[in-house]
Nanobody
Framework: VQLQASGGGLVQAGGSLKLSCKIS????????MGWYRQAPGKQRELVAT???????NIADSVQDRFTASRDDRKKILFLEMDSLKPEDTAVYYC??????????WGQGTQVTVSS
């Protein structure tokens, strides 16, 4: 199973980015998929998760600015990020957890927000 994240980059504060995470090597839907981020010198933190049933969980720090969604037919996870702030600068990782509790991680994509 591979998770390939893309869409990161450099953006000015107030701008937007859309991250994608393509899942391959699996022939069923992953139960819970999510985005985590890790800023320099800080621990990895949850950003958002989406279950196969459509239940979403968004961190308070990005509530009303970020939206997570998934396309199970194409096996892609998305993270739409609006009104970006310098404190959103981090490496963003996609994650998948199956019902059997197997955990998979993508390689990360860098998001840098300039002030």
């Amino acid at each position: 199973v591979q998770l390939q994240a893309s869409g990161g980059g450099l953006v000015q504060a107030g701008g937007s980015l859309k991250l994608s995470c393509k899942i391959s090597g699996i022939n069923f839907n992953i139960y819970r998929m999510g985005w985590y981020r890790q800023a320099p010198g800080k621990q990895r933190e949850l950003v958002a998760t989406v279950t196969s049933g459509g239940t979403t969980n968004i961190a308070d720090s990005v509530q009303d600015r970020f939206t997570a969604s998934r396309d199970d037919r194409k096996k892609i996870l998305f993270l739409e990020m609006d009104s970006l702030k310098p404190e959103d600068t981090a490496v963003y990782y996609c994650n998948g957890v199956t019902r059997a509790r197997a955990v998979y991680w993508g390689q990360g994509t860098q998001v840098t927000v300039s002030s």
